[in-house]
């Protein structure tokens, strides 16, 4: 079975210009979680949806920041404009409600690492 | 209230020794309490995981102890390997609106010398 897909694996873009990342969640799983990796702060939870429904942007840094998960199988994390300081490594993760773990696991996947020049 | 303290920050660890890691937490509402390995250019990985009805959990080389009264957990990797050598993250997870919110430690960057 297929693990979280991200894509684009690396991205570099100039300032001003607006960014999107992309994630394909696990079949069947029902929770989705955008973070942002750096070395200053660590993983920061930024946005949650659990059934394709946002319930929680309180991590996203700014308005410039917006996330979308118009069906069960795609989200997107979109920056516009983009700037330096959003230069970071952005993760998706997903678990579900419904198996043997009760929705305790996140399973993350391979990341997006974002330059903004 | 809703931190999670991890130490050390790193940590370098002679072949065949013991890697211990340290996790501390305030909100009592935590109910899950995972380990993730992330190598580098790799996302993280589910290491090992703990309920809070649980004192230890052991899984090969890989232990969490887990002290309830005084709100800490730790990993402890026996015999460590070169190949344990990552960061290391502790988490601490929290039932929220039909789904289950992870705030994550720090990290730890562990090197295991050959």
């Known amino acids: 079975d297929a693990g979280v897909i991200q894509s684009p694996r690396h991205e570099v873009t100039e300032m001003g210009q607006e960014v999107t990342l992309r994630c394909k969640p696990i079949?069947?799983?029902?929770?989705l979680f955008w973070y942002r990796q750096t070395m200053m702060r660590g993983l920061e939870l930024l946005i949650y949806?659990?059934?394709?429904?946002?319930?929680?942007d309180s991590g996203m840094p700014e308005d410039r920041f917006s996330a979308k998960m118009p069906n069960a199988s795609f989200s997107t994390l979109k920056i516009q404009p983009s700037e330096p300081r959003d230069s970071a490594v952005y993760f998706c993760a997903s678990s579900s409600s419904y198996g043997a773990g009760g929705g305790y696991e996140q399973y993350f996947g391979p990341g997006t690492r974002l330059t903004v020049t | 209230q809703q931190q999670v303290k991890q130490s050390p920050q790193s940590l370098i660890v002679q072949k065949g020794g013991i890697s211990i890691i340290n996790c501390a937490y305030e909100n009592t509402a935590f109910d899950y309490f995972p380990w993730y390995q992330q190598f580098p250019g790799k996302g993280p990985a589910l290491l090992i995981a703990i309920r809070p009805d649980v004192s230890e959990k052991k899984e090969g080389r890989f232990t969490i102890s887990f002290n309830k009264s005084a709100k800490q957990f730790s990993l402890h990797i026996m015999d460590s390997q070169p190949g344990d050598s990552a960061t290391y993250f502790c988490?601490?997870?929290?039932?929220?609106?039909?789904?289950?919110?992870?705030?994550f430690g720090t990290g730890t960057r562990l090197k295991v010398l050959a």
């Open positions: 988490a601490a997870s929290i039932h929220t609106s039909g789904t289950y919110k992870y705030i």
């Open positions: 949806f659990n059934n394709n429904v946002p319930i929680d």
């Open positions: 079949s069947g799983h029902n929770s």
